[in-house]
Structure formats: C-alpha cells, structure tokens
C-alpha cells in the first residue's frame, strides 16, 4: 500500500526558511517521480516542484526558482523540499504525490499525501 506522510510545516515569519518532508512507504521511489504541489486558500492547487527518483532530474515551477531545492535520499525513501526566503504569498498547504513522471507533470498522480500546513505571516 502507497504511504506518503509529509512532515515540516509550520508558521514562519517572511524571509525565513521550511524543510518539508515526505517520507513514502510501501513502494520503492526508485521507479518513480515525487512532486510537491500546494494550495491555498481559494486558489486552485499547484504543481512547486518535482523530482525524478531515478535520474535525478528536476522541475521547479517559475514561483519557486531560485527559492526551492528539492532532493532525495533513496536510502531513506523520503523527498525533502527546502523552502528559503518564504513570502507570504507561499501560504499553502503543501502535498507530495507520486506516480510516474508524466503523471506528476500532468498535475494528476494517483498517490497523495495528507497535506502539511505552511504559513507565512509576521
């Protein structure tokens, strides 16, 4: 069974910085992509960034370049997103998802985790 628990939200104050987990379960990420995608309020939801467990490669939405890295530690099965020089326009609450790279560029993955709140405020 497909698990992903993300781990990491919280409030910070503008400018400051949030490392978002997702730890997966019951399946190998070796095989498949991992995307960060997030909501707010009102809005509809949004691919932040993703990342291909098993060549490495990388996308990042034109909000998060250049302010987002994401990574992977295949060993521990777990996508990290770290989040620096937060806006309050970052607000969200924030979910990984995996499936196959197509389908997370596509924005509908099959496998969703809860959600972890992020909120920027001062």
């Known amino acids: 069974q497909v698990q992903l628990v993300e781990s990491g939200g919280g409030l910070v104050q503008p400018g400051g910085s949030l490392r978002l987990s997702c730890a997966a379960s019951?399946?190998?990420?070796?095989?498949?992509?991992i995307g960060w995608f997030r909501q707010a309020p009102g809005k509809e939801r949004e691919g932040v960034s993703f990342?291909?467990?098993?060549?490495?490669?990388?996308y990042y939405a034109d909000s998060a370049k250049g302010r987002f890295t994401i990574s992977r530690d295949n060993a521990r099965n777990t996508v990290y997103l770290q989040m620096n020089s937060l806006k309050p326009e970052d607000t969200a609450v924030y979910y990984c998802?995996?499936?196959?790279?197509?389908?997370?560029?596509?924005?509908?993955?099959?496998?969703w985790g809860q959600g972890t709140q992020v909120t920027i405020s001062s």
């Open positions: 998802a995996t499936d196959h790279k197509n389908k997370i560029l596509a924005g509908t993955p099959g496998y």
């Open positions: 019951g399946f190998t990420l070796d095989y498949y992509a």
């Open positions: 990342i291909s467990v098993s060549d490495g490669s990388t």
